[in-house]
C-alpha cells in the first residue's frame, strides 16, 4: 500500500463521511466522523468473517501505516496549531489560574480515577493486571483531546468563561500527561523506589516549560516574517513551514512539541493575524485553519 493510494482512500471516506453527517446525522463533525468511522469498522469485522478476503485487506492496510508516526509526529501538530488560532489570549489571561490547574492536579486526579476503576473491573472479571499497568492506562486517556473539544464548544452555547477553561485545558495538559506517563513506566519497569523524582522534575522543565519558549518563539518568528510580505498564499505556506518544522526541531530538541504547537498559535491566532496581515490573507489563513480541523 503506497502514500498515494492511503490518502486516496483517507480523502475519499473523510468526504463521504463528512457529507453524510452534515446532511443526516448533523452531530458536530469530529463526533460525527469517528461514529461513522467506528460504524464502518464494525461492518468490516462483520463482512471479513462471511468474505474472508475483505478482513485480509483491511489488515494490510491498517498494518502498512505507522500510526504513531502519522498522527504523533505529523496530523497532531497541524491540529493543535489550527485550534489554537482561536483562542483569545486576552481573555484566557482571565482564566490562568484554572486553567493551569485543570491540566495539571486535574490530569493526576483523573489518572488515578481511571486508573483505580480499571484495576477494580479488571479485578472483578478476574484479570489480574498490575495497578501501575493501570495507571499508565489512565495517563494515556486522561488528556482531554482538543480537537474534539474545541469542535463541540464551538457549537455549545455555554458561558464564554467555561469556555475559555475547557478549551486552554484541553490545550495545555499534554506536556503535564507526557511526564506523568514517562514517570509511571519507569516505576513500571524499575518499581517506585527506582524512579529519580530529581530526573522527572528535569524532565517536566525540559519537555513542558520547554516547548512553551520554543512555541513563543516559532510563533515570534512567523510574526516578524509575515509582517514583512503580502500574498495569502506565502503566507500560508509560511504557516505551514512553522508548524510542519517547527514539530520536527521540537522532537529533536525533546521539548513538548504540542505544547510549542499551541503556543505557536495562539501567537499566530493573536498578534499575527491582527498585526501582520491583510484581511485577504487572515481569512483565507482561517478557512484553511478550519478545513485541517
Known amino acids: 500500500m503506497n502514500i498515494s493510494e492511503l490518502l486516496t482512500y483517507t480523502i475519499v471516506l473523510a468526504a463521504a463521511f463528512a ?3 452534515l446532511r443526516f446525522i448533523k452531530w458536530p463533525p469530529t463526533i460525527g466522523i ?3 468511522s467506528l460504524g464502518s469498522s464494525l461492518l468490516l469485522v462483520m463482512l471479513g468473517k462471511f468474505y474472508p478476503i475483505i478482513g485480509v485487506k483491511a489488515k494490510q492496510i491498517v498494518g502498512s501505516i505507522n500510526f504513531r508516526e502519522l498522527l504523533m509526529n505529523f496530523m497532531l501538530s497541524f491540529l493543535l496549531f489550527a485550534g489554537a488560532i482561536h483562542i483569545d489570549l486576552s481573555k484566557l489571561k482571565k ?8 491540566s495539571t492536579v486535574g490530569v493526576l486526579i483523573s489518572t488515578t480515577l481511571v486508573g483505580s476503576l480499571m484495576w477494580w473491573v479488571l479485578q472483578l472479571f ?9 495507571l499508565l492506562f489512565g495517563a494515556v486517556v486522561s488528556p482531554t483531546d482538543p480537537i474534539a473539544v474545541l469542535a463541540i ?3 455549545a452555547k455555554i458561558p464564554e468563561s467555561l469556555d475559555l ?3 486552554g485545558e484541553s490545550l ?3 506536556g503535564v500527561a507526557v511526564v506523568v506517563f514517562i514517570t509511571l513506566l519507569d516505576a513500571a519497569h524499575s518499581g517506585i523506589s527506582a524512579v529519580d523524582f530529581a530526573g522527572v522534575g528535569r524532565l517536566f522543565f525540559q519537555e513542558a516549560v520547554g516547548g512553551l519558549i520554543f512555541g513563543a518563539l516559532l510563533g515570534y518568528i512567523g510574526y516578524f516574517a509575515l509582517r514583512s510580505i503580502d500574498d495569502y498564499k506565502v503566507e500560508v505556506l509560511v504557516t505551514l513551514a512553522i508548524v510542519a518544522g517547527g514539530y520536527f526541531v521540537a522532537d529533536h530538541l525533546h521539548v513538548s512539541g504540542p505544547l510549542a504547537m499551541v503556543v505557536a498559535g495562539i501567537i499566530t491566532g493573536n498578534k499575527v493575524k491582527h498585526e501582520a496581515l491583510s484581511d485577504i490573507s487572515r481569512d483565507y489563513l482561517g478557512t484553511f485553519g478550519e478545513l485541517i480541523d
Open 95 to 102: 482564566e490562568a489560574w484554572p486553567v493551569f490547574l485543570l
Open 153 to 155: 464548544l464551538r457549537r
Open 165 to 167: 477553561k475547557i478549551s
Open 172 to 174: 495545555f495538559n499534554d
Open 126 to 134: 478476574h484479570f489480574p493486571i498490575p495497578f501501575i499497568h493501570c
Open 34 to 36: 469517528m461514529v461513522l
Open 19 to 21: 457529507y453524510l453527517n
